[in-house]
């Protein structure tokens, strides 16, 4: 996957540059576990072990909450959308064309 990877030569980013690549290809790793983890408990029946794997998809979420609070902690970017667009109630594309 080109995301894994760098797109330009290591030397050459600056350290927040690096620990954002870090943080947002861990972020999609999260969610890519907690993905896996509803599709695999949506598909089992054995209750306990659909208990296991619902606990399992909901730690992968909190991690990956927790990324994004670092990500908005950290950049000024994300800092404003984040802000924009979470915990609001409405229409979600409505705030974008303001």
């Known amino acids: ?9 290591r ?5 927040e540059t690096l620990a954002m690549h870090q943080a947002i290809v861990s972020l999609m790793e999260e969610l890519e ?13 054995d ?3 659909k208990a296991v794997l619902q606990h399992n998809m909901r730690e992968e979420i909190e991690h990956a909450a927790m990324i994004l609070e670092w990500l908005r902690r950290s950049s000024g970017d994300f ?12 229409d979600i594309t409505a705030e974008e064309e303001d």
């Open 47 to 49: 209750p306990a072990l």
């Open 33 to 45: 576990a907690a993905d896996w983890y509803c599709q695999r408990a949506d598909d089992c029946d």
């Open 11 to 15: 030397e050459r980013l600056r350290a």
């Open 1 to 9: 996957m080109s995301s894994e990877g760098l797109h330009a030569p």
């Open 79 to 90: 800092d404003r959308q984040l802000k924009k667009f979470l915990f609001t109630d409405g």
